[in-house]
């Protein structure tokens, strides 16, 4: 009986894999997403982002897990966004590591962390929910690595693994702690507080604070009477302005509309689907007046071309990247503007819009067009001037 993988084995998911089995046992969970997490640190290492890591872009590839479709995400898959992803905030590498740690809690607690019936319920408990115990959903994950899975799934971004390999060494680290015994813990002695002790014939002294009680206590009414009023006052800025960024147009207005709200909208340039919702005015969690007018920016699905001019190639690559647009060739001319091996031109203007995937070809200078020494122009190859035999 053949044991080679079959076409569907190659191209089988961790979504299909999860649909089957719910949950994976921890010792197959680490060694599937420490297969991930190297495919993330090495395309993190190119200066590209994923920006939608689900369980449905984790695939089989000769035989190791790895991610798929990088930079092709439109709208997203909104039970694995970053709470910055939802508040239409600017993303790094912290982003996807908070969306690997979502397709994580599903692995080992059978579950997404959050959901619900709508779209702007979930980025709202993305943005402001903690995420449940995996352990308390499923015992069997040992704490160490609850421990990992909280900290990718962190709301600050300052608060999760830094980077890929850090998030990497974590899972390794849990990968040690099951080969190990755990050490037995006895609970600590409480200790015995000792009776004071009264010299006889002299009464206690009254401590200075407690003497004091009569005036710091009408004093304190006071204070906390005053606080009281400045936040009464500012619970009365009117509701929370919910989540909607990730939505389409048409679904953001009607959420904040069947909440009271006025909108107004503004096209944005953004590598998002055109109509879709990238920032909100005031960000969720915030409090406004139903009379105020929340403000939506949407997307217009193109791009700006970033000034690439001056860069080395690896540089223009990363800088494109950012903003989901590819190189498509890379030419090379003489100028005496650019240094050997920098960026002279691109094929479009910076600042051009561009739909997000689309190439630019990039010209890259081979040296000085000129002879410094006598000005005559270079010959198509020369590495000598052939007027005066200045060696370029």
């Known amino acids: 009986m053949s044991t080679e993988p079959t076409a569907a084995d190659r191209t089988r998911t961790l979504a299909d894999l999860l649909k089957e089995r719910g949950v994976l046992p921890e010792p197959e969970l680490l060694k599937t997403f ?109 704490s160490e690595l609850e421990r990992v899975i909280l900290r990718a799934l962190a709301k600050n971004p300052a608060d999760r693994f830094q980077t890929a390999g850090e998030f990497k060494r974590a899972l390794e680290g849990v990968v040690r702690a099951a080969g190990e015994p755990r050490p037995k813990t006895r ?10 002790r009264v010299a006889a014939g002299r009464a206690p002294s009254v401590p200075r604070r407690v003497r004091l ?14 606080a009281a009023y400045f936040l009464l006052r500012a619970g009365l800025g009117g509701p929370k302005v919910p989540s909607v960024t990730g939505m389409g147009q048409e679904e953001a207005e009607w959420a904040l509309r069947s909440r009271g709200f006025e909108v107004a909208a503004e096209s944005t340039d953004d590598t998002l689907a055109a ?65 050997d091996g920098a960026v002279v031109s691109s094929s479009v203007k910076a600042g051009a819009k561009l739909v997000p995937h689309s190439s630019v070809s990039l010209v890259v200078s081979a040296g000085r067009a000129t002879c410094p020494q006598c000005g005559a122009r270079r010959e198509a190859g020369a590495r000598f001037c052939t007027k005066c035999g200045y060696k370029f």
Request: aromatic content about 4%; overall charge positive.
């Open 275 to 339: 109509g879709t919702v990238v920032a909100q005015v005031p960000a969720a969690g915030q409090k406004a007046p139903r009379s105020r007018a929340l403000l939506l920016k949407v997307s217009s699905g193109m791009v700006a071309v970033p000034s690439l001019a001056g860069l080395t190639p690896a540089e223009a690559r990363a800088r494109l990247a950012e903003v989901a647009l590819t190189t498509a060739k890379v030419d090379s001319q003489y100028s005496d503007n650019y240094a």
């Open 187 to 196: 609970p600590a002695a409480r200790p015995t507080a000792k009776p004071a």
């Open 213 to 226: 009680m009569p005036i710091l206590i009408p004093v304190l009414a006071v204070v906390l009477a005053v």
């Open 34 to 142: 420490l297969q991930v997490v190297s495919d993330l640190e090495s395309a993190h290492s190119q200066a590209l982002l994923h920006r939608d890591i689900s369980p449905n872009r984790i695939a089989l590839d000769g035989g190791n897990w790895k991610l798929t479709d990088y930079g092709v995400v439109k709208v997203g898959a909104v039970r694995y966004m970053s709470p910055e992803r939802c508040q239409g905030r600017p993303l790094d590498a912290r982003s996807d590591i908070y969306s690997l740690g979502v397709a994580l809690f599903e692995a080992a607690a059978g579950r997404v962390p959050f959901d619900a019936d709508m779209r702007f319920q979930i980025m709202e408990s993305h943005v402001s929910s903690p995420p449940p115990s995996p352990r308390a959903i499923n015992p069997a994950v040992s």
